[in-house]
């Protein structure tokens, strides 16, 4: 008699033979979706298509369009790129994955690259994709696994699966190359079939693909200097540290060196700082205005009180005003499409009293300046605001960079800073550390500490708090006079001590189990820091606590 297993899709229900691997199945429902299938969720487990269905289950086929079917696809674009190239060049020839840009992968080959043999190896590619080759997982000892690598040249990925305490370890192959990456992958290359490369410069290239933001095509690539010019001075900082990727931060922390380590980057840090500051001295005769902006647990807090004491020691006076505190009263507030409140889009602020009222401020009138009561959902108004003539506004908010606030003052008056945690550490030349992983992290803690939020809560907020970023405030970042990067080169040790904890909270019938448990596998890469040595003034502080501004 043949066992059989009821599989229930969507709202239909499907009797299989047990056993039966999803790969066998997906087809039947390819057609529901836009993109290839890369991966199922089995009762909210996240799958691979090889994986077998051994008892009734619900299975949701997942394509690039969601948060984890996307990582899945990238990272089966990196592997077919690094095949291709050693296809072409030869076994010693490799890529090194540096750090996002415009909606792409920023990327760097270990030979001398042009626009022509970039064109070549996009060929290479498509052609890859075309014959479907197989994406084959393959578990190992970890010994061999370290020993591969030494023999190819990969001292990087060796080194890092030394910080890996499992025996045994998943690999995945295509033809004879074998690679090891930090999520599911798709089972075989004809499922990435949607990518474009773009020559940047030098052995640069930038690789682009559909995201869940623009999943209805690639764009058009768009260079954004300032953001390269950030990534490019903490990539230098790091190369002259000798910090590149996890392994050299591991063994600084293992050799008891990271309170110098913590104190070099630090002053980097505020000396980055006071740059800024410097040059908006030297406008001062102008500039009445800074405006800053960045993504959310960037450290805009820290950054804009820190920047408001150098501003002081020039002999100027910083005045601090939210744009929060213009938000329309709470029966004005625009709803989003599910019918909540929305306060991340630039309707939800009284532009009209805020605009009016800076105009005022700048003339040298008395105003009386708002405070927005999140309780009553009305701007309540305690205290007056006057400029003199050495003062000089900051003022921070989501649309702080927007050309459609403060239309009334001239550009020139205005200063313009964008910030953001922009991590350029890598875990090995495939494996990059994500920007959204980094703040993603610093939110949980401060949550939980701040607000006492469960990661849960954490978590189901941050897809809603993305999509509002990628709305309204990357289009801005090429507006700005400066990018800060408030990325501490040591960081993500440090987060570790306090969100691997928090993580472990998240039961497994959680729907944030699985997101909770990358986290907690990506963290397990690093050593653990201590904060002992960080000073009260770094912006890692806003998050942990101890800050010399918040507490």
Request: aromatic residues 10%; proline residues 4%; glycine residues 4%.
């Amino acid at each position: 008699m043949i066992e059989t297993v009821e599989i229930t899709v969507g709202k239909k229900k499907y009797q299989y033979s047990k056993d039966i691997t999803l790969q066998e199945i997906f087809m039947e429902h390819q057609i529901e979706f836009k993109y290839p299938i890369v991966l199922a969720r089995v009762n909210n487990r996240l799958k691979e298509l090889s994986a077998k269905i051994t008892e009734d289950s619900t299975v949701e086929f997942l394509d690039l369009t969601s948060s984890e079917g996307n990582r899945a696809h990238l990272n089966g674009l990196i592997f077919v790129l690094q095949y291709a190239i050693k296809k072409m060049f030869g076994p010693k020839a490799d890529i090194i994955v540096q750090h996002s840009l415009d909606k792409g992968l920023y990327i760097h080959t270990s030979f001398r690259l042009t626009e022509d043999k970039l064109e070549k190896i996009k060929e290479v590619m498509q052609d890859i994709v075309k014959k479907d080759l197989p994406i084959t997982k393959v578990t190992i000892d970890r010994i061999e696994a370290i020993n591969y690598f030494k023999e190819i040249g990969d001292e990087t990925k060796a080194g890092i699966l030394k910080y890996n305490t499992n025996s045994y370890i998943t690999l995945y192959r295509v033809g004879n190359i074998y690679n090891y990456f930090y999520s599911l992958m798709p089972t075989s290359t004809g499922k990435v079939s949607s990518f474009d490369l773009t020559y940047i410069k030098g052995n640069g290239f930038v690789l682009r693909f559909p995201t869940i933001y623009i999943n209805d095509k690639i764009e058009k690539y768009k260079h954004h200097p300032h953001m390269f010019e950030a990534f490019a001075e903490y990539k230098e900082w790091a190369k002259i540290i000798g910090v590149k990727n996890t392994v050299d931060l591991n063994k600084i922390v293992s050799t008891g060196k990271i309170s110098d380590l913590i104190k070099i980057d630090e002053t980097l840090q505020s000396n980055r700082l006071l740059n800024v500051a410097k040059a908006i001295n030297e406008k001062k005769s102008k500039v009445k205005i800074v405006l800053m902006a960045g993504p959310s647990s960037s450290g805009k807090t820290t950054t804009s009180r820190k920047l408001c004491m150098y501003l002081k020691s020039f002999g100027l006076e910083p005045k601090t005003i939210g744009m929060d505190d213009y938000f329309v009263d709470k029966q004005d507030t625009p709803l989003d499409a599910n019918g909540n409140p929305d306060f991340e889009c630039l309707e939800a602020v009284d532009l009209k009293l805020f605009d009016k009222q800076m105009a005022q401020l700048l003339k040298g009138e008395q105003v009386k300046i708002p405070t927005y009561n999140f309780s009553t959902g009305e701007k309540e108004y305690h205290y007056d605001m006057q400029l003199g003539e050495k003062d000089i506004l900051i003022i921070e908010g989501i649309h702080a960079l927007d050309n459609k606030i403060l239309t009334n003052i001239p550009r020139d008056k205005k200063f313009k800073i964008y910030i953001s945690p922009l991590t350029e550490l890598s875990m090995d030349n495939h494996n990059r550390i994500p920007t959204t992983d980094n703040r993603l992290l610093r939110r949980i803690i401060r949550d939980n500490r701040t607000r006492s939020y469960s990661v849960e809560r954490t978590l189901k907020q941050w897809p809603s708090v993305r999509a509002g970023e990628e709305k309204y405030i990357f289009p801005y970042q090429d507006e700005s006079d400066a990018t800060i990067n408030s990325a501490a080169i040591y960081e993500i040790g440090v987060l570790k001590t306090y969100a691997e904890p928090l993580l472990y909270s998240v039961e497994s019938d959680s729907p944030y189990y699985e997101e909770a448990k990358r986290l907690i596998n990506f963290l397990r890469l690093f050593l653990p820091i201590p904060a002992d040595a960080i000073p009260q003034d770094a912006v890692i502080r806003e998050f942990i606590g101890g800050s010399y501004f918040h507490e």
